[in-house]
């Protein structure tokens, strides 16, 4: 059974940092490329980094400087590094694997997008 995992959301004041997890399971992400979403209440799902199966990095504008993407082959697992949070950044972080065909995709695009977890709530308050 193919199955993406994410960990490590939690609540963390304004400024601090969270490291969140994408475990994959049922497939190697040799294959696929990995994207992290995030969703506001009351908001689109938004993309805004991914990795591709060759370890290429995509960090949107946004959250570049303050976000992250890396992948620990052995462990099948995809991170994303977050510091300098702020209230903003509250919302439910998602990770999604995209089959790679050796043909270019919308990184940040849902739709490119096959298999999804279950999500992590990232909550930014003091």
């Known amino acids: 059974q193919l199955q993406l995992v994410e960990s490590g959301g939690g609540v963390v004041q304004p400024g601090g940092s969270l490291r969140l997890s994408c475990a994959a399971s049922?497939?190697?992400?040799?294959?696929?490329?990995i994207g992290w979403f995030r969703q506001i209440l009351g908001k689109e799902r938004e993309g805004f980094s991914c990795?591709?199966?060759?370890?290429?990095?995509w960090v949107d504008t946004s959250v570049k400087g303050r976000f992250d993407i890396s992948k620990d082959s052995a462990k099948n697992t995809v991170y994303l590094e977050m510091s300098s949070l702020e209230p903003e950044d509250t919302a439910v972080y998602y990770c999604a694997a995209h089959q790679s065909d050796g043909y270019a995709y919308e990184c940040y695009n849902p739709d490119e997008y096959d298999l999804w977890g279950q999500g992590t709530q990232v909550t930014v308050s003091a």
């Open positions: 990795i591709t199966s060759s370890n290429n990095r």
């Open positions: 049922g497939f190697t992400l040799d294959h696929y490329s």
